[in-house]
DNA sequence: TTGCTAATGATTATCACTTTCATATTAATC
DNA sequence: GATTAATATGAAAGTGATAATCATTAGCAA
């Protein structure tokens, strides 16, 4: 039974991954962007690393079997995966700015462990619905939100 | 009709400035801090200020009457004003910290212009009440909580 | 006043990026 | 496969906001 999730969470991870290759790499092609190889390993890092991973993370991450893969280019690199959708920047206010995976049309808010760290993802549709008649009442326009909630997670509470 | 409203607020504004200014004094005392010249300043300059001003914003305005404040006391000084509990410190992106104006008890979230940069306030219980409830249903307990709609205002769609 | 403690402000440091620039790589064309 | 023009890379220097340092000054209690 584990074994069988685990193989479900496997195959639908590779496809993931297959898939946002492709999305990054058609960008690249439409931007007329060269296809490197360290944008290759850094996809495939990124893409294999936590959900919401620090720049400074990934780098170190990498630098371990790729030590020629500079600061500079892991800064670089990142911003296209955001700008080709297939990640987005985020901020938790602790000074270093995150990437974490995105799927397509898709959006989830954050609940913070402010203790350790731990980042739980949900979705609610009946506060997002709220947010817009907020903004529509003031003759807003939403292009992006932010909700987030800090707190104690339930590990830490104990 | 204008004239009594415009009244009232700064009689409003009078009250209220009178109470914060005792808050902090208290606050100061309370911890055995001084009470200085610049403190004093920068108080009455953030009191009179927009409801969002950044540091450097703050500082420009003050250099203007008094040349004499250095940097690093007005940075001191607002984070003294977010510990005394009137003020707080918010970020909304752009890399630079503002410190709002706070009623003891009172919170509300944010509406911002990416155009004109125009700040709306504005309170929404409903909103408030379900994000308690998505944090119960993950055993998380709430400290804090940022909710901040980005778009354009009503002024800059037209 | 005196004496102790905290505050100030000029300066320097830090930290997370961002830019620069000489060199290398890519990919289209021949 | 060689040529070539354009983009990418990485080491290093630059930035901008904020924090720390430290010699000097100011508040305040006795
Ligand atoms: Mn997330
Ligand atoms: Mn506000
Ligand atoms: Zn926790
Ligand atoms: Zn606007």
Redesign the interface.
């Known amino acids: 039974m584990k074994k069988c999730n685990m193989k479900i969470t496997f195959n639908r991870g590779a496809r993931m991954k297959r898939a946002k290759k492709k999305i990054f790499h058609d960008f690249i092609t439409r931007k007329g962007l060269k296809s490197t190889r360290q944008r290759d390993v850094i996809l495939d890092y990124f893409l294999s690393s936590d959900r919401h991973m620090s720049i400074e993370d990934l780098y170190l991450k990498l630098r371990a079997k790729h030590p020629n893969i500079g600061y500079a280019t892991v800064y670089r690199t990142l911003k296209l995966f955001a700008e080709s959708g297939i990640a987005r920047e985020i901020?938790f206010?602790d000074g270093q700015t995150r990437y974490e995976h995105v799927a397509e049309g898709e959006h989830h808010d954050h609940?913070v462990?402010?203790r350790c760290g731990t980042i739980?993802e949900?979705k609610?549709e009946?506060?997002e619905k709220?947010?817009s008649e907020?903004?529509a009442s003031?003759?807003?326009?939403?292009?992006?939100?932010?909700?987030?909630?800090?707190?104690?997670?339930?590990k830490c509470?104990k």
């Open positions: 901020q206010g609940l462990c402010t739980v949900f609610n009946t506060i709220l947010q907020v903004a003031h003759g807003f326009l939403i292009e992006t939100h932010k909700l987030e909630l800090y707190g104690m997670c339930a509470r």
